[in-house]
């Protein structure tokens, strides 16, 4: 009769070791990170309403990346990186670490840096045309933060600041708080460019290969012909300030 008791016991402890791996808390991750990844999404997304007020969200991902900018100091560098796991910033769409459980929601992607040199490295995204948006009319480059453990260079993904012609704006648009030609809530890099999202360390992967054919005919497109779609949004709003 123990040893049934015994085993019932182990059963149940292994099942609630199961559900913590699968949510992210007390299982040693691979990206080195160990804690509740869902409970940090839910967190920020608890301030979606400071960080986008009117509540529109449409290529938003300066706003996103200026509001974890802001709490940086109290976050570890796993924690600043994952925080920029949630957002898509070519779309400004919330990406939840739970719909990886339906679907794919980081791919690997080469971006120019300003130099004209290819880069590789990954992006979170809504939804797969944003890849190519990324590829084709953004720029990476390195920029420090301060975070509780110290200064981190990170790379980021970056477009010329739009606000320098706010009349050009989409209609549908209005996240921005533009004054003198910039981006008050926004982050901007050395060169001057604004920041919309990190790109991520390269996975292990065949995904590259993946986003080249899907991003086939987005690519060759000339941005006049580009029909729908987030993307088509930020693409009009990242020719702006090239």
């Known amino acids: 009769m123990y040893i049934k008791i015994y085993l019932v016991c182990l059963l149940i402890l292994l099942c609630y070791w199961k559900h913590l791996c699968m949510t992210g808390c007390g299982c040693k991750r691979t990206d080195g990170f160990q804690g509740d990844i869902n409970g940090l999404y839910d967190e920020l997304m608890s301030h979606y309403s400071e960080i986008f007020p009117s509540g529109n969200r449409n290529a938003g991902g300066p706003q996103w990346y200026a509001y974890i900018d802001s709490i940086a100091s109290r976050l570890s560098r796993d ?22 459980e ?12 300003l130099n004209q040199e290819d880069v590789l490295g990954s992006y979170f995204h809504c939804c797969w045309p944003c890849l190519c948006d990324v590829m084709k009319y953004t720029r990476v480059e390195e920029h420090t933060v301060t975070l509780r453990d110290g200064e981190f260079t990170h790379r980021v993904l970056t477009i010329g600041d739009p606000c320098s012609n706010p009349s050009s704006f989409p209609s549908n648009v209005d996240s921005y708080t533009c004054e003198s030609g910039l981006t008050q809530n926004g982050i901007r890099t050395s060169s001057g460019r604004l920041i919309y999202a990190v790109l991520h360390d390269p996975m292990d992967n065949e995904s ?35």
Do not use: W
């Open 208 to 242: 590259l290969q993946e986003t080249n054919e899907l991003c086939e005919e987005r690519l060759s497109t000339d941005p006049e012909d580009l029909r729908g779609g987030m993307g088509d949004i930020f693409v009009r709003l990242s020719l702006i300030h090239t």
């Open 102 to 113: 339906r679907g794919t929601i980081q791919r690997n992607v080469i971006v120019k840096d």
């Open 79 to 100: 924690e600043f990186m994952i925080y920029h796991q949630f957002y898509c910033g070519v779309s400004g769409s919330p990406v939840d670490p739970r719909r990886a």
